[in-house]
């Protein structure tokens, strides 16, 4: 429809998602501006139906969704210095404790794991 493509290449990763019409990575805050209209709208749109409706979409940036995909990484079993070497950090210990969150799905599916093992033992 566009015919657009990314041009650029960052450490080794193409193909970003974010790009701007010249095939460039979209900047942060250009990011973040981009979702705050997108949630007003859909909010606003939902308002205008029914003055009581809940807002469907809370606040959140661009990292928050960094966050998400280093804690899904987790969740599906990727190995954690693969997960590192994607965000590019030079601590594991700034993966493990400042991007990962545990889920109750990920404690829950770790625990019947263990509990499988020791059945089996």
């Given at each position: 429809m566009f015919d657009l493509h990314c041009e650029v290449t960052i450490d080794g990763y193409r193909d970003f998602i974010f790009i701007n019409?010249?095939?460039q990575t979209q900047h942060q805050s250009t990011l973040n501006k981009a979702i705050r209209r997108i949630i007003r709208d859909c909010n606003d749109e939902q308002l205008l139906?029914?003055?009581n409706a809940k807002v469907l979409l809370p606040h959140f940036s661009c990292h928050s969704l960094r966050h998400t995909f280093t804690t899904r990484m987790?969740?599906?079993g990727v190995?954690?210095?693969v997960i590192?070497?994607?965000?590019?950090h030079k601590d594991i210990s700034t993966t493990l404790n400042i991007y990962t969150d545990v889920t109750k799905e990920l404690k829950r599916s770790e625990f019947e794991g263990l509990d499988l093992y020791f059945k089996n033992e």
């Open positions: 019409r010249f095939g139906k029914d003055t987790c969740e599906a190995n954690v210095k590192q070497d994607a965000l590019g």
